[in-house]
């Protein structure tokens, strides 16, 4: 089998766990790239990687890679995206892969066309802990899922220039935090949630700060939602079922799950993988996707993921300048 040739766009906090990761996984990074040369040869030298690109845009075009790992805000990814697969380019996008549905829609069209792979690095699909449950779940132990809850919540200081309340950097609580939070309960509904409800309250800046959110789907599975960028919260998710319920904490990167018994009130904790293996899992599964188990990287959960933030963001009349051209 072919080795899998792994590019890096950006050098920010995710490229250098990336590096980590793929040592982790026996292989290194074949090319970093970013907009300032300096920054890339310094990644460069720290991981051992071999090639540097004068011109950040000779890495969509270098025949010998195969994958690109986007790192860069959200707002840009659309363009590098297209840029990747018009060469094609295998490409594992960081979360939020897009800003909306119809980004996200175009770039999955032009993948089909040339026969790529998009991967969202979006944890949860792809920590151990998250597939033991599901194999739980499947077994019927705990009867139906029922009942979401979830809280998200960080306290970012009201520095507007910052990524997180920018919306000229795609920022807010929605693409930030809620996707991980709207990709938990996908992974355990059995379908896309098709009612939806909330309330949103907007940063200095108009974009969203703070939301609460409301969903059902066509099975009558619920689930709410608390995020915020300016209020802490625990990373807890809660999923309710007929016979228990599952707690979850930390759970972007979560190892372990406590399962309580409804009938007894007996609990235990199940536990498999390391969050400090995270991104290894992610680009695992990815490799996994491009030598045919295209299944892996959950591309269906990803679009279902998208058209719920698009949704919502819509109905707060929420844009950002790219949107609006």
Request: include cysteine.
């Amino acid at each position: 089998m072919k080795e899998i040739k792994w590019a890096v766009l950006g050098c920010g906090v995710i490229a250098n766990e990336m590096a980590v990761a793929l040592q982790k996984n026996g292989k290194n990074i074949y090319a970093v790239g970013n907009r300032t040369h300096e920054k890339a040869a310094a990644f460069a030298e720290k991981y051992g990687i071999g090639k540097v690109y004068d011109d950040f845009h000779e890495m969509f075009t270098d025949p010998e890679v195969d994958v690109i790992y986007i790192t860069t805000p959200h707002n840009t990814h659309l363009g590098f995206m297209k840029e990747a697969i018009a060469n094609g380019k295998h490409i594992l996008v960081e979360k939020s892969i897009t800003l909306n549905s119809d980004e996200l829609d175009e770039a999955i069209a032009l993948a089909k066309e040339k026969g790529v792979i998009i991967g969202e690095a979006m944890t949860i699909y792809h920590m151990p802990i998250y597939k033991e449950l599901k194999k739980i779940l499947d077994s019927g132990r705990l009867g139906r899922v029922n009942l979401i809850t979830m809280n998200f919540g960080s306290f970012k200081e009201y520095n507007m220039k910052n990524r997180f309340f920018n919306r000229n950097l795609a920022g807010g609580a929605m693409l930030d935090i809620g996707v991980y939070a709207l990709s938990f309960i996908r992974w355990f509904f059995d379908s896309k949630p098709d009612q939806l409800l909330s309330q949103v309250k907007p940063a200095p800046t108009g974009v969203d700060e703070q939301a609460g959110l409301l969903l059902t789907n066509q099975e009558g599975q619920m689930a709410s939602v608390m995020l915020s960028l300016h209020s802490k919260q625990p990373k807890r998710g809660m999923v309710s079922c007929e016979n228990g319920f599952i707690e979850i904490m930390e759970y972007p990167r979560a190892w372990e799950a406590k399962i309580t018994d409804a009938s007894t009130g007996e609990s235990e904790i199940i536990k498999a993988g390391d969050n400090a293996d995270a991104l290894a899992y992610e680009l695992a599964d990815m490799e996994r996707a491009i030598n045919g188990e295209a299944s892996a990287m959950h591309l269906d959960y990803t679009k279902d993921v998208m058209d719920l933030m698009t949704s919502f963001r819509r109905t707060w009349g929420y844009t950002y300048p790219e949107e609006e051209k």
